[in-house]
């Protein structure tokens, strides 16, 4: 299985020997079967080389950075737990004042903890019960 970066080498490949993009896209088809990039992003990308772009990487995006998850949220999420382990992920959130996606992140991959018999425990504890 290709990745996208690779797809788009051939892309420009095709460009560079003067393919036409129906022609190019076409060919991927052939090649990829279902694996193939959508129509739309094929032809954004054939595009992209015809102006003159010659990296097929994509370009830097500014991103936001996580104030959900950071070190204190985490350590607080934990101490939160520590103290009542029948808390619902959305209690937590609450007290935390993070979302509850970023609460339920933090809780089962950075602490690494899952729920059991509606008790917050460590996953060492849940393998051991379980297995």
Same mark, same amino acid.
């Given at each position: 299985?290709?990745?996208?970066?690779?797809?788009?080498?051939?892309? #420009?490949?095709?460009? #560079?020997?003067? #393919?036409?993009?129906?022609?190019?896209? !076409?060919?991927?088809? &052939?090649?990829?079967?279902?694996?193939? =990039?959508?129509? *739309? *992003?094929?032809?954004?990308?054939?595009?992209?080389?015809?102006?003159?772009?010659?990296?097929?990487?994509?370009?830097?995006?500014?991103?936001?950075?996580?104030?959900?998850?950071?070190?204190?949220?985490?350590? =607080?999420?934990? !101490?939160?737990?520590?103290?009542?382990?029948?808390?619902?992920?959305?209690?937590?959130?609450?007290?935390?004042?993070?979302?509850?996606?970023?609460? &339920?992140?933090? =809780? *089962?991959?950075?602490?690494?903890?899952?729920?059991?018999?509606? #008790?917050?425990?460590?996953? =060492?504890?849940? *393998?051991?019960?379980?297995?």
């Amino acid at each position: 299985m290709e990745t996208i970066e690779e797809k788009r080498v051939y892309v #420009k490949f095709c460009f #560079k020997l003067r #393919k036409s993009s129906s022609g190019t896209f !076409e060919l991927l088809k &052939q090649a990829f079967g279902d694996d193939v =990039l959508s129509r *739309t *992003t094929f032809f954004e990308w054939f595009n992209r080389f015809k102006e003159g772009r010659t990296s097929i990487e994509d370009n830097e995006r500014s991103v936001r950075p996580s104030t959900s998850k950071t070190n204190e949220i985490v350590a =607080l999420n934990r !101490e939160i737990i520590r103290n009542n382990r029948r808390l619902t992920i959305r209690e937590v959130a609450e007290d935390v004042g993070i979302s509850h996606g970023s609460c &339920q992140e933090v =809780l *089962t991959k950075k602490l690494g903890m899952s729920r059991i018999a509606a #008790k917050f425990v460590p996953r =060492l504890i849940d *393998t051991v019960i379980k297995g």
